[in-house]
């Protein structure tokens, strides 16, 4: 009998049932250890990957020394299904069918915590790895500190979309703001007032929320700070 050797990934591995490969041993890397970057916020630590690359899928155990309110995440299709929370420890493993376009420190997660600015660690106990490429590439994860970030990131994902997308705002501090959205013509079609909170804020958009399809452009107004993006609509 032959015995094929492989690694796979499984969605929501949260519970350590999956064998890396056929015969039980460690993962070989083969490519660079890739950074998960990470930043304190007030009350929360926000995680990004250090590269720009076609994400297929991570897992990482993070033991942050603090009880854990909660994980929020941006990235197309995550749900409880894809964590776990034990205390003070984080385990997450998420891969998607439809891989995303990764922007270098674009975020991928953020954990609120009892106490804030806590000192995360990865744990011994867990293979920490990234899926990257069209090939699946396997990375070993790598956890390092940012200095915080004074500037405002605005992003949505999936994108492109037809049924919804989650717009991602991140900002060092909270406020009010105003979003709006124009076509590709300029003409405004739709604003959405907000009350932001520092950190990641998550806003979801629905296709019915918009009359049309294709390009579509948009600015965030805080306090007459303004900073824009776009998006592509495909019905």
Avoid at 90 to 117: A, C, H, K
Avoid at 167 to 189: K, V
Avoid at 192 to 206: M, P, V, Y
Avoid at 220 to 230: N, Q, T, V
């Amino acid at each position: 009998d032959m015995l094929i050797d492989f690694v796979a990934v499984k969605v929501g591995d949260v519970n350590g049932s999956v064998t890396l490969n056929a015969g039980g041993q460690q993962t070989e890397y083969r490519a660079e250890p890739i950074e998960l970057n990470f930043q304190y916020l007030d009350n929360a630590i926000q995680f990004s990957l250090a590269k720009t690359a076609i994400l297929q899928g991570f897992q990482v155990e993070i033991n942050f020394g603090s009880d854990i309110i909660a994980i929020e995440s941006a990235i197309s299709g995550f749900d409880q299904s894809h964590y776990t929370i034990d205390g003070s420890t984080l385990r997450l493993s998420y891969s998607d069918t439809q891989p995303m376009y990764s922007i270098d420190d674009e975020v991928l997660f953020t954990v609120n915590l009892v106490g804030g600015n806590s000192s995360p660690k990865l744990t011994s106990s867990f293979t920490q790895e990234v899926y990257l490429g069209n090939t699946i590439t396997t990375h070993e994860l790598r956890l390092k500190e940012v200095s915080e970030d004074t500037e405002v990131a605005l992003s949505n994902s999936p994108n492109p979309w037809s049924y919804s997308t989650n717009l991602c705002i991140t900002s060092p501090r909270g406020g009010d703001g105003t979003l709006f959205f124009y076509n590709e013509q300029g003409r405004l079609i739709k604003s959405k007032q907000l009350s932001l909170r520092s950190g990641t804020n998550i806003i979801e958009l629905k296709e019915n929320e918009f009359p049309s399809d294709g390009l579509i452009l948009y600015k965030l107004d805080l306090g007459g700070e303004i900073h824009d993006g776009k998006m592509l609509i495909l019905k």
